[in-house]
């Protein structure tokens, strides 16, 4: 699939990953993980757009597109966990991490956690901390506090929609509704209720790898405080904003944001091998 190399990462527990990778497997490597509901799919259009130099794996968090769908909590423990573990497995001792959304927070945690892994950190729609969010807690009550099997692909639609401010490719956005369609109603309703019951935003000090915070200024769920938040609290952190983009910038302009991940960090990336 135009270069993809697509894989099941086994974590030794009975549970893997479902993984896709493109660019030279010697390369520097960049992991990305996907948002709330979405696959490593939704990295698609901004991995096509980086240099095959770079060693792109991105990855299918548990209970997402093609990844094992255990009874789990799935926290941010959980998730972090098991990127590190991927990490592990395919002997990535460094890496760039970008994070969407949920993903975001994931890669938050890791830089926390495990600094001595992370070389350079990418946060897309992000945000300190989802507890006490009022939209989120409204999206809980509302939505997916009651989900249940088979997941209402209405929802999914609306959800997805709600995140765009810009058009994007229709086959793209089919797709994206597609994986969104494989993740169980208790996937949705643990990941959010881990999410808002979940703040670590006091520990974003303990980040020390140099960080791109890329943000829509018609983001309906991270504001611009999000992003000051972010700013005030990461030591070596920068913004960029993207006029008229929503929750996912880097689906509605993926050539930008990729070149800048590749302008951020590119004396990183061509140290980490």
Not at 232 to 246: D, K, W
Request: charged share 25%.
């Amino acid at each position: 699939m135009n270069g993809y190399r697509e894989y099941f990462v086994d974590l030794g527990d009975g549970n893997g990953l479902s993984c896709a990778e493109r660019g030279s497997p010697d390369g520097p490597p960049l992991i990305l993980v996907h948002g709330y509901g979405d696959s490593w799919r939704s990295y698609r259009p901004v991995i096509e757009e980086l240099p095959p130099t770079i060693r792109a794996v991105a990855i299918s968090l548990r209970g997402h597109g093609d990844s094992s769908k255990p009874e789990s909590r799935y926290d941010m423990a959980e998730f972090t966990g098991d990127i590190v573990g991927a990490m592990d497995r395919l002997a990535i001792e460094r890496a760039v991490i970008v994070g969407h959304s949920m993903g975001s927070l994931v890669a938050q945690c890791i830089a926390m956690d495990h600094p001595e892994r992370v070389t350079g950190l990418v946060l897309i729609g992000s945000l300190p901390t989802v507890a006490d969010h009022p939209g989120v807690e409204e999206m809980w009550r509302d939505s997916v506090a009651g989900l249940e099997d088979p997941v209402d692909p209405e929802f999914v639609r609306s959800f997805q929609e709600s995140t765009l401010a810009q058009p994007v490719p229709g086959t793209f956005f089919d797709g994206i509704l597609f994986e969104s369609a494989k993740v169980p109603a208790r996937v949705w309703r643990g990941a959010l209720r881990s999410m808002l019951s979940e703040d670590r935003s006091d520990r974003l000090h303990r980040i020390v790898a140099p960080t791109l915070i890329v943000w829509g200024d018609r983001d309906n769920i991270c504001s611009r405080e999000h992003q000051d938040l972010l700013l005030r609290g990461i030591p070596r952190a920068r913004l960029s904003v993207y006029e008229g983009a929503g929750h996912g910038p880097h689906w509605e302009n993926p050539k930008p944001i990729a070149a800048e991940i590749i302008a951020l960090h590119g004396d990183t990336l061509r140290e980490t091998v």
